[in-house]
């Protein structure tokens, strides 16, 4: 039962680099969400996909660019990244938005 | 703009004790949830309120959505070591889509 999937698990990244993070889910859920955990900051919203074919900006979006590319994949876009986004990031699922979310175990960026 | 704030920051306990996290706002939540992440680890749901004064159980963990929507708390009877985490609250407001989530209560319980 692998839930979602986040990869890569940890990246280094100099300044001005660029890279997707992948997210995957395997419950057939409608909804998914990236988040950053930061010291501090608890987890903010950067952006989500309500559903396939939509996606919406959350708290913190600024930045970063996503895909829902079906219904099982959940892609973030750094363009260019900055020392500011080294940070933990989360990918999470649910059925609807009246629903629990399942988290992935993250991926820890650090921008350098 | 935090929500939900989260109460005590940080609590170091030891085994057997009891203890109390809230989780406060001044907005109105259709649901409330918390969540237990571990070191390395992604959250996990413990449970979901959505009735406001509803109380729900989970072996020794009870949980608690104010009257009014706009709170709720956690209290862990007998903690064990295996209770030690960062547990998070998260609230769904009736006019938002995705969860807001407090800054969380960090838990240590020592044998």
């Known amino acids: 039962n692998a839930g979602v999937t986040q990869t890569p698990k940890f990246q280094v990244l100099k300044t001005g680099q660029s890279m997707t993070l992948q997210c995957a889910q395997d419950m057939n859920h409608n909804s998914m969400y990236w988040y950053r955990q930061d010291p501090g900051m608890g987890l903010r919203l950067i952006y989500y996909s309500a559903s396939e074919g939509t996606t919406d900006k959350g708290e913190v979006p600024n930045g970063y660019n996503v895909s829902r590319l079906n219904k099982r994949e959940f892609s973030l876009r750094l363009e260019s990244a900055a020392p500011s986004q080294t940070s933990v990031y989360f990918c999470?699922?649910?059925?609807?938005?009246?629903?629990?979310?399942?988290f992935g175990s993250g991926t820890r960026l650090t921008v350098v | 703009t935090q929500l939900l704030k989260q109460s005590p920051q940080f609590l170091s306990i030891q085994e057997g004790e009891n203890l109390t996290v809230y989780c406060n706002s001044s907005s109105v939540f259709s649901s409330l949830q918390w969540y237990r992440q571990e070191p390395g680890e992604g959250p996990v749901l413990l449970v979901t309120?959505?009735?406001?004064?509803e109380v729900k159980k989970l072996k020794r963990l009870t949980f608690q959505f104010g009257d009014a929507r706009k709170d709720s708390s956690l209290h862990i009877t007998a903690a064990q070591t295996g209770d030690t985490g960062l547990y998070l609250c998260?609230?769904?407001?009736?006019?938002?889509?995705?969860?807001?989530f407090g800054k969380g209560t960090s838990l240590l319980v020592t044998p």
């Open positions: 309120v959505v009735t406001g004064g």
């Open positions: 999470a699922s649910s059925e609807t938005n009246n629903y629990g979310y399942t």
């Open positions: 998260a609230g769904r407001r009736n006019s938002g889509y995705a969860l807001n």
